[in-house]
């Protein structure tokens, strides 16, 4: 199975390459869009800040590339909030795979969220052998509030989507190669799904 973690400068992706490892597999490191396209699981990473990282992608052009991929493609934090129509952070356009646009939690609340939360409400295949309210691992000050495509629930300040599916697209906001047995599974579930 070829893996490919998309590498355009604005990701975790030694941590993503060393957790695939742990599961018995390889992933290749790319911004080629040839062998992204060839690819038969694609994960686009991201840490950082939303306009940058978009420029970063236009750049390459990539920003092309990935909404017609037809293979299954996971989005993590960043990479699932570029994946939306729009962020708050940096008034920025998205992809627009996620019908919904990212906006900031509020002042009444410390930012970034750093560190486990619960989550809840799973509707997805992504979620097999993962019972409600483990907990996963969230850095971030940006949130994608719930819509038809949330597959899974967290809560900080209010409920929010944790995870969204579109097709073949999913998106995490919380970081599966972070968030120990429960992001391997949900790693697993990934890799091994159609």
């Known amino acids: 199975m070829k893996i490919v973690i998309i590498n355009y400068g604005a990701g975790n992706i030694q941590s993503i390459k060393f957790a695939i490892k742990r599961l018995g597999y390889d992933a290749i490191l790319s911004n080629d869009a040839e062998e992204i396209k060839e690819a038969d699981k694609v994960i686009f990473p991201g840490v950082g800040e939303a306009s940058s990282a978009m420029y970063k992608l ?4 990539l920003d092309k ?3 017609k991929l037809k293979q ?4 993590i934090c960043l990479g699932m909030q570029l994946m939306c129509n729009s962020s708050e952070e940096g008034t920025t356009k998205g992809l627009g795979i996620f019908d919904v646009d990212v906006v900031k939690f509020s002042n009444q609340v410390k930012v970034p969220q750093i560190g486990w939360n619960q989550i809840s409400n799973l509707k997805s295949t992504l979620f097999h052998h993962v019972k409600e309210k483990e907990h996963i691992y969230l850095v971030h000050s940006y949130y994608a509030p719930l819509c038809s495509e949330t597959i899974a629930i ?3 300040e209010l409920n929010y989507s944790a995870a969204l599916k579109k097709d073949n697209f999913y998106g995490t906001q919380f970081h ?3 968030s120990s047995v429960v992001g391997e ?3 697993k579930n990934f890799l091994t799904c159609e």
């Open 65 to 67: 590339i990935i909404p």
């Open 176 to 178: 599966p190669e972070k």
């Open 58 to 61: 236009k750049a390459s052009g």
């Open 185 to 187: 599974q949900i790693l």
């Open 154 to 156: 967290s809560d900080y």
């Open 72 to 75: 299954p493609v996971l989005g």
